[in-house]
């Protein structure tokens, strides 16, 4: 929840300090990255002078040694070794690093993708902000639910039903709402008559966030229950590099497919988001595939 809040904070912040007009300056882009050097050393510092070396011992537990350098790379190694020969969680690292690392590049990609439909940098940071703000809010009562219950797979399911059929209203409605761009009325009938679509464009991707945003916990915590009794950190970890690099890789392809103009067409904006939702909707049916067995669980942990 809190890395969401965090991420949220900045993608109001960049649009309104970077801004695409005549007013935009060096001096803009150099203020956001001072900003961002700012935010990211405050932390740094609380953590390398208020933290202490290592967390107290749990109570009735003398103190735990700690394995050497080399001891701790083998044993990652070992883990990780582990973790590819686990079917189940193969399948989990595929279904979560394409849709996940789907959800990242159309996040990075949601600027220049409604551009042409008249939605400004600004409002593609709002709607940003949003979709963050309640995925987290909901993936904390998801997370509540999943406590009680016991069940990975059925909310997983349904976060990413609840995106697709999101996104594809998204989608569609960027096909049929919008005045052709290129038409000769377009210019004077955008500004009145497509109000009501950029509100109900940015309601879809508020409710996409708030599966999309569910995912992640859920995948770490099913990823975690059935890899026990392997170390938690390697199986997060491993989702987490696998989602980047389909992101890195999707957000390569979809700003080939906007084109080197400033403002993309539109056939060409709703190209990219139809590639990047359909490549998310595959990483949710992979996970059909997936079994559900509460090995932390049933062993009392």
């Given at each position: 929840?809190?890395?969401?809040?965090?991420?949220?904070?900045?993608?109001?912040?960049?649009?309104?300090?970077?801004?695409?007009?005549?007013?935009?300056?060096?001096?803009?882009?150099?203020?956001?990255?001072?900003?961002?050097?700012?935010?990211?050393?405050?932390?740094?510092?609380?953590?390398?002078?208020?933290?202490?070396?290592?967390?107290?011992?749990?109570?009735?537990?003398?103190?735990?040694?700690?394995?050497?350098?080399?001891?701790?790379?083998?044993?990652?190694?070992?883990?990780?070794?582990?973790?590819?020969?686990?079917?189940?969680?193969?399948?989990?690292?595929?279904?979560?690093?394409?849709?996940?690392?789907?959800?990242?590049?159309?996040?990075?990609?949601?600027?220049?993708v409604l551009q042409p439909f008249g939605v400004s940098n600004t409002t593609a940071g709002f709607m940003g902000a949003g979709n963050l703000a309640a995925g987290a809010v909901v993936a904390v009562t998801v997370g509540r639910w999943?406590?009680?219950?016991?069940?990975?797979?059925?909310?997983?399911?349904?976060?990413?039903?609840?995106?697709?059929?999101?996104?594809?209203?998204?989608?569609?409605?960027?096909?049929?709402?919008?005045?052709?761009?290129?038409?000769?009325?377009?210019?004077?009938?955008?500004?009145?008559?497509?109000?009501?679509?950029?509100?109900?464009?940015f309601a879809l991707y508020v409710i996409a966030g708030t599966a999309q945003n569910t995912v992640i916990p859920v995948c770490f915590e099913y990823?975690?229950?059935?890899?026990?009794?392997?170390?938690?950190?390697?199986?997060?970890?491993?989702?987490?590099?696998?989602?980047?690099?389909?992101?890195?890789?999707?957000?390569?392809?979809?700003?080939?497919?906007?084109?080197?103009?400033?403002?993309?067409?539109?056939?060409?904006?709703?190209?990219?988001?139809?590639?990047?939702?359909?490549?998310?909707?595959?990483?949710?049916?992979?996970?059909?595939?997936?079994?559900?067995?509460?090995?932390?669980?049933?062993?009392?942990?």
């Open positions: 929840m809190a890395n969401n809040v965090g991420i949220a904070l900045g993608m109001l912040l960049a649009p309104l300090m970077v801004t695409q007009d005549t007013s935009a300056t060096s001096h803009d882009f150099v203020g956001f990255l001072v900003l961002q050097l700012v935010l990211s050393a405050v932390p740094l510092l609380g953590i390398v002078f208020g933290m202490p070396s290592a967390p107290p011992p749990l109570l009735g537990v003398g103190e735990v040694t700690r394995p050497a350098a080399p001891d701790a790379m083998r044993r990652v190694a070992t883990t990780l070794l582990a973790l590819l020969r686990h079917s189940d969680y193969r399948l989990l690292l595929v279904s979560f690093s394409i849709s996940i690392g789907s959800i990242w590049a159309m996040s990075s990609l949601l600027a220049q999943i406590d009680k219950h016991r069940s990975y797979k059925a909310p997983l399911l349904a976060a990413n039903f609840v995106n697709t059929l999101a996104l594809s209203i998204m989608c569609l409605g960027m096909t049929l709402w919008f005045p052709d761009s290129s038409s000769s009325t377009a210019t004077t009938s955008s500004s009145t008559s497509t109000t009501g679509a950029k509100a109900a464009i990823a975690m229950e059935e890899t026990f009794p392997l170390p938690n950190s390697v199986p997060g970890g491993l989702l987490m590099a696998g989602g980047n690099l389909v992101a890195l890789l999707m957000v390569l392809v979809g700003s080939d497919m906007l084109g080197s103009a400033a403002v993309a067409t539109q056939e060409e904006a709703v190209n990219a988001f139809a590639m990047v939702l359909g490549i998310a909707a595959v990483g949710g049916i992979v996970v059909l595939g997936a079994g559900e067995t509460l090995a932390r669980m049933t062993s009392g942990h």
